[in-house]
């Protein structure tokens, strides 16, 4: 076990065998019975207990701030539909590793989409990206998930449309 897990998380299937523990979806949890299923929230409600997660609303009425509050991941979803050009920041990161950010934009006026602009160690190869500006553009109305990872200083940023059924 992981100097600095709980003891809880003893058992043969750990959440943390992934650095992409965000993406998992059920787990072992001894304490409801071994092999029983949990959602993804249960997880990231158990992980933000051990002060690992910080999962939040954040306001996408205008400029938007993903407070990280200390945390190694951060699950973050906007508040509202994102129909204006808005920056993103993000705050008290320095054990960040991970963030994941779901937020759903619509048109600004026919045929043209809001532009978020990231801050400027974040890096991403996507042909909605302006490398110099940091700007990205979706191309149609959707809901988005933006998955980063943190080397060093530097974050590596994809952007997709999440689907759903």
């Known amino acids: 076990m992981a100097q600095g ?10 959440p943390f065998a992934t650095p992409l523990v965000t993406d998992l979806f059920f787990f ?3 304490a409801l019975g071994n092999g029983k299923k949990n959602t993804l929230s249960s997880l990231l409600s ?8 910080q999962n939040v609303q954040v306001d996408t009425t205008g400029d938007i701030v993903l407070p990280f509050a200390s945390k190694v991941f951060g ?5 509202t539909i994102i129909s204006a050009n808005a920056e993103i920041s993000v705050t008290d990161d320095s054990t960040a590793i991970e963030l994941h950010f779901i937020f759903q934009v619509a048109e600004v006026s026919a045929g043209v989409f809001p532009e978020l602009e990231w801050p400027s160690n974040f890096y991403m ?11 990205w553009t979706a ?3 959707g809901i988005y998930v933006g998955k980063a990872y943190r080397t060093e200083s530097s974050w590596y940023l ?4 999440l689907n759903y059924i």
């Open 28 to 30: 072992a949890d001894p």
């Open 75 to 79: 699950h973050f979803y906007g508040s």
């Open 125 to 135: 190869g996507d042909s909605r990206w302006i490398s110099g500006t940091k700007k």
């Open 139 to 141: 191309l149609q109305e």
């Open 158 to 161: 994809d952007i997709s449309t």
């Open 5 to 14: 897990f709980p003891a809880q998380l003893n058992n043969p299937v750990i």
């Open 46 to 53: 158990i992980l933000a207990s051990f002060n690992i997660v």
